[in-house]
Every structure is written in C-alpha cells, then in structure tokens.
C-alpha cells in the first residue's frame, strides 16, 4: 500500500515495508528474498567523504575502488573539502586514483568548499532538483548522482541509472536473451515505484550472494 505522505528516506522499519510490498507484488523478486533473504539497508553518510567514494567506485569493481577510497582517506585522516584540495591533483595520482578521478575529486572539494554544490541543500532537495544539482559538478554523471542519493540521502524510489550489476540481476531476473538497455530497465522499474531503491538493493543482494549472475 502507498505511503499516505511520500517517504523522504528509507530506515530499517521503511525497508522491512518496502521489501514486504515487492515480495507481494512480483514473484521474480520473491524469489530472490526467498534465496537470499532481506537486503541490507546499506547506508552511507551524507557529505563529501561519500561523494568521494561514489566517484572512485565508478567503473571498477566494489573492492577496487574501496581499497583506494581506504588508501585516500589514511593518507588525508579526513576527506574534506580543504584536504583534498590541499593534497592536489598529483599527490591524488600517487595515492592510486587515476588523472580524470583526481580531477574529478578536487572540482567536487573546490565546488563544495566554494558553496557552489550545497550538499545541505542537496539534502532537502526534491529527487530530480538533487540529481541536477549534483550533475552540474563534473566527475559526476546520473549513476553517481543516483547510487548518493540511494545510498546517503536512502530516497527510496531512485533507480541507479546504469548500473552494470543491477541490469545483468534484472537479465536473469526476467529470463531475458540479453541483457537490458538502459531506457528498458527504466521502463521495466516503473512497476516498482515507490520503492525502486528497495528494489535495487534486492537486486544487489541477489547479485553478490551469486544468485543473479549470469543467464537462466
């Protein structure tokens, strides 16, 4: 049953309902909690620290960009704007980020230092003004801006818009020849709104238990 009011963050109790309501209506994710068992709710805190570990897991596997988010954040003690900024675009490289992720990084730390993205605002923000306001910071595109705003703001009806992971989960979900377009998962989720960030993190937990990986 819909929220009477919208749900403006996803919080243990919100993903127990929300993974209760998918289960009831489509059997394919049914099974996957079956198997699996209830995602984790996966949070992150908000700010930039988070933002900057969005932008390094962009493109490499998960325990990839974790070990050089790991590394970043022992060589500064604390990922802030003026840290980041202080280290540099070279030192960056030496700690293991490529040229475009180190750029990406300190014109995220200049834009939030400046006042320029207010992740305050961005905070409070309707899902769409969000995602624009992050988009306009170069370094992040839809799939970063959506997995902080699924992740560390938890909206529960966002859809990481090209998710490697979630479209092969939702290739074997459905049984699919191939595995989806972008716009064809968009139209696909549809049917799980208001809870898609629910269902992403189902997807994402069927896929790393094993259960979602490769062709039926």
């Known amino acids: 049953m819909p929220e009477k009011e919208p749900l403006r963050r996803l919080d243990t109790g919100s993903l127990r309902r929300g993974v ?8 394919d994710l049914g099974g996957v909690v079956r198997r699996n068992g209830s995602p984790p709710l996966w949070a992150r805190r908000p700010g930039i620290a988070t933002l900057v570990r969005i932008i390094l897991e962009q493109q490499v596997s998960l325990a990839s960009g974790q070990a050089i988010f790991h590394r ?9 704007p003026e840290a980041i900024i202080i280290c540099g675009a070279s030192d960056l490289r030496r700690l293991g980020l490529t040229r475009q992720k180190a750029a990406y990084c300190v014109a995220v730390a200049e834009q939030v230092r400046a006042g320029e ?24 595109g ?47 989720t549809l049917r799980w709104a208001p809870w898609r960030a629910v269902a992403a993190r189902i997807l994402w937990h069927g896929y790393l238990s094993g259960d979602l990986r490769g062709k039926r």
Do not use: C, F
């Not at 970043?72 to 802030?80: A, M, R």
């Not at 769409?128 to 992040?140: D, S, Y």
């Not at 966002?158 to 699919?176: E, I, K, M, Y």
């Open 72 to 80: 970043l954040e022992n060589h500064l003690g604390e990922v802030t």
């Open 142 to 188: 839809p799939w970063t801006a959506d997995v902080y705003l699924l992740m560390a703001l938890r909206r529960p009806d966002v859809w990481p818009t090209g998710d490697v992971a979630l479209l092969n989960s939702l290739q074997h979900l459905r049984g699919l020849p191939r595995r989806p377009t972008v716009e064809e998962a968009a139209e696909e």
């Open 117 to 140: 993205l207010n992740l305050r605002r961005v905070a409070r923000a309707p899902v769409m003004t969000a995602r624009q306001e992050l988009q306009r910071v170069k370094g992040i």
């Open 20 to 27: 209760a309501h998918l289960v009831r209506a489509d059997p």
